[in-house]
């Protein structure tokens, strides 16, 4: 798909299919897509991408979030893949606001030229380091 097409076609997804797993060529091609994105400052190593594709720890996930925010429905919409993008401290004061943008945009495209439905999200990242029982070490 040219990268015009897959601008306009972009659309979030609010009702996916959770035993509709995405595969790993995809998924492989996703994340790559997010590490060519465009960061400040080319600071690659203040961002941190964590896949998660377990369905217990997804709907801890979603109801971690769903609690923060005082939310009555599945803030992930039954997304089998959660692809969360963080970052550590940058070498430049929020710039890693632009930079997780870039990387998500970058995403968010590559998805929907390989047909894999999307939707950006915000939020999970905090709510998940002030939670220690949804640290990575217990993925």
Known sequence: METMKAIAKRKSTRAFMP???VAEPELDAILAAGCAAPVGAG???SLHL?????????????????EAFH???DVLYGAPVLVLV?????????IQYANVGCVMENMLLAATDLGVDN?????AVNVIANMP???KSTW
């Open 19 to 21: 035993d509709q797993a």
């Open 43 to 45: 600071d690659y190593s």
């Open 50 to 66: 964590t896949v998660v594709q377990n369905p217990e720890t997804l709907s801890k996930i979603s109801e971690a979030v769903k």
């Open 71 to 73: 939310m009555d429905r």
């Open 86 to 94: 963080s970052s550590s401290e940058p070498k430049f004061p929020n």
């Open 119 to 123: 939707i950006y999200l915000w939020g």
């Open 133 to 135: 029982e949804l640290t």
